[in-house]
């Protein structure tokens, strides 16, 4: 009967102790695996690269302005208003006038340019006089800016200055001349470019000057405005 018993409780604690053998053998959840980085990450972790790519290399448009020789003219009517000295109205001796420009510059980069430009008028009879024979000379330096690059159209701002003579015969018969300093010139345009060396656009110019070599009998310096809009040409050298 005993060996009964014990044969009985022997078959109960076997498979016990064989799994509280198996839960108390060691760790090896931490020991690398045979033929596995043991650097590598775990295998439920997802690494995910976000580096940006790198952005692609786009070379700068080509500059068709830079070393270029610019050569324009320009016809337009033009208006002389203020006054030519304290005591001489503009309209004394000018009437509405004609007047052609020209300009000749070189572009220091894809937006600037500089230059020389030159302008010459001829007036109709002012209000004091029957046969005035008026005309003005002008001729100075500017800085031009060009607001696009590479396209057909090509509008632009030009700041600039320079000398002045306007004259003109008075009622008398006499000549009565003005020169002085053409302060400031500025002008308003756009180039469309029929070809590649070849272009024409609206034009439009305003400027002030003061003359300090006047008759006697004129007065104090004072400041005369010139307005001119008209068409301009221009030669783009060697083209675009």
């Given amino acids: 009967m005993k060996r009964a018993l014990l044969v009985c409780a022997g078959t109960l604690l076997c498979p016990a102790l064989a799994l509280a053998d198996a839960a108390s053998g060691p760790d090896t959840s931490s020991a690398p695996q045979a033929g596995l980085d043991p650097d590598a ?18 070379p700068p448009a080509r500059d068709v302005l830079g ?10 009517p033009t208006w002389s208003l203020g006054k ?9 001796g000018l009437g509405t006038g004609i007047g052609a420009r020209a ?6 980069s894809r937006w600037v340019s500089v ?21 003005a000379f002008s001729i100075g330096p500017f800085v031009r800016y060009h607001l696009s690059q590479g396209l057909r159209f090509n509008p632009w701002l030009s700041l600039g200055g320079g000398y002045r003579q306007v004259s003109f015969k008075d009622s008398a018969g006499g000549r009565q ?3 002085g300093v053409e302060w400031l010139r500025l002008e308003l345009g756009a180039d469309y470019y029929a070809f590649s060396g070849f272009a024409l656009g609206p034009y439009g110019a305003v400027s002030l000057s003061s003359y300090t070599k006047r008759p006697d009998n004129a007065g104090d310096a004072s400041v005369n405005t010139e307005l001119s809009v008209g068409l301009r040409l221009l030669l783009d050298l060697p083209g675009r």
């Fill in 115 to 135: 230059g020389l430009w030159g302008g010459f008028t001829s007036y109709t009879d002012g209000d004091r006089c029957d046969s005035c024979g008026a005309r």
């Fill in 41 to 58: 990450p775990p295998t439920t972790v997802h690494l995910v690269d976000d580096a940006e790519p790198e952005a692609p290399l786009i």
């Fill in 103 to 108: 300009d000749a510059g070189v572009g220091l």
């Fill in 177 to 179: 001349s003005f020169s």
């Fill in 84 to 92: 030519l000295a304290s005591d001489v109205a503009a309209v004394r």
């Fill in 67 to 76: 070393s270029h020789l610019l050569v324009g003219a320009a016809v337009s």
